[in-house]
C-alpha cells in the first residue's frame, strides 16, 4: 500500500485529489494522512469527502475515513466501471475540483462515464467552470484526452446550487511536445452575473474593466455578457487566450466591497501575465495536466507561465505512485517541465 503524507510541500487539498485519482488509475491501494494539516480547518471538507465518495462509486472500492474533518482515508480501488453518477456536493464546493478526482480514472472506465455534478461552478481557489470547459479540455485534448460539459445552471459561494453534466470516455493517452505559444490571434470571454445583479450591470461593467485593459495589448477581443438566475448573488468573469500553440486561460470572481470594473481588470492582467510569459501553458493548466502526461509514458516537455510550489507539490506525489524522471528549469520568464517515464 502507498503511504501519502497530506501534510506535504503545498499540502492542500491537490494531494488528496491527485493521489486518490493515481490510486483508481493504477489500482493501487493507497493511505493519506495528515490531509490539510496545517490549515484553518483541516481534514476533509465536504467537496473532498463528495469528491472521494464520488470516486469510490466509480472504481468499486473499498474506502475508510471518508467524512467531514477526517484528516486519514484509505482506498482499495477495485474495478472501473463507468457509467451514470449524480454527485450533490451540498454546499458551494467546486466542481472543477471534483472533476479533477473523476477525469484520470475514466480513462480506464469499462463504458462512458456520465456525470452529474451540484456545486459551486464559480468558487474562489478553484478552476471555473468556463476554465475547464474552454481550457483544461481543450488542452487535454492534444494528449488524447475526450470529454465534454455542459453546465445548466451556475452556482456561486455561498449556496453553489449549480449543476453540470459531464461526459468523460477518457481515450489512449500520448506524450506532449509543447512549448511555443505561438502568436495570439484572439482574446475571447465571457462575463457573467447573477440575474439579481442585471439592475447595476455588473457583467456589463465587468467586461468594460477587461476591456479597457485588453486593448492595450493589440489582440482582438471580444467578450461575451450573461445573466443566469442563481442560488447566491454573484459575477465573475473567464478569459481565454487563442495561440497558434495552444489556449491560455484566466479569471476573476466578484466579491462584496469589489468593484465590478476591477473584477474585470484584476482577470484581464491575469491573462496578459500568460501571454507575456511567452508560455505555451498557464500557471493552472501546467498543474492539471501533469498526471495525464506522467501515465501517457514517453517523455513529455512543456513551458508553463511558472513553476509553483502547487506544482512541485503535485509532481512529488505522482512520483509516489510512477516511476518518474521531472526535470523543472527556469528560462527567461516562464518554467519548463520535462516528464520521462523510467
Known sequence: MIEIDGSYGEGGGQVLRTAVALAAYLGTPCRIHNIRRGRSKPGLRPQHEAGVKALAALCNAEVAGIHVGSEEITIRPGRIAGGILRIDVGTAGAIGLILQTMMLPAIKALSPLQL???????????????????????????????????????????????????????????????????????????????????????????????????????????????????????????????????ILGANALGARG?????????????????????????????????????VAGGESTISITRITEHLRTNLWVINQFLPLEAHLREEKQRGIVTLKST
Open 258 to 294: 469589489k468593484r465590478a470594473e476591477e473584477v474585470g481588470a484584476e482577470g484581464a492582467a491575469a491573462l496578459l501575465r500568460q501571454i507575456n510569459s511567452g508560455a505555451a501553458l498557464d500557471e493552472w493548466m501546467g498543474d492539471q495536466i501533469l498526471p495525464f502526461l506522467a
Open 116 to 246: 452529474t455534478i451540484i456545486g459551486g461552478t464559480d468558487v474562489p481557489w478553484a478552476p471555473t467552470i468556463g476554465y475547464v470547459t474552454e481550457v483544461t479540455l481543450p488542452v487535454l485534448e492534444r494528449v488524447g484526452y475526450c470529454g465534454a460539459l455542459a453546465m445548466t445552471k451556475r452556482g456561486y459561494f455561498p449556496r453553489g446550487g449549480g449543476e453540470v453534466s459531464v461526459s468523460l470516455t477518457g481515450g489512449a493517452l500520448s506524450p506532449l511536445q509543447l512549448l511555443e505559444q505561438g502568436s495570439i490571434r484572439m482574446i475571447q470571454g465571457r462575463s457573467h452575473a447573477s440575474n439579481a445583479l442585471r439592475q447595476r450591470r455588473v457583467a456589463e461593467r465587468q467586461q468594460e474593466g477587461a476591456m479597457a485593459i485588453l486593448q492595450k495589448s493589440g489582440v482582438p477581443s471580444e467578450i461575451e455578457v450573461e445573466y443566469k438566475p442563481t442560488a447566491s448573488p454573484g459575477s465573475g468573469i473567464d478569459l481565454r487566450a487563442l495561440g497558434e500553440g495552444t
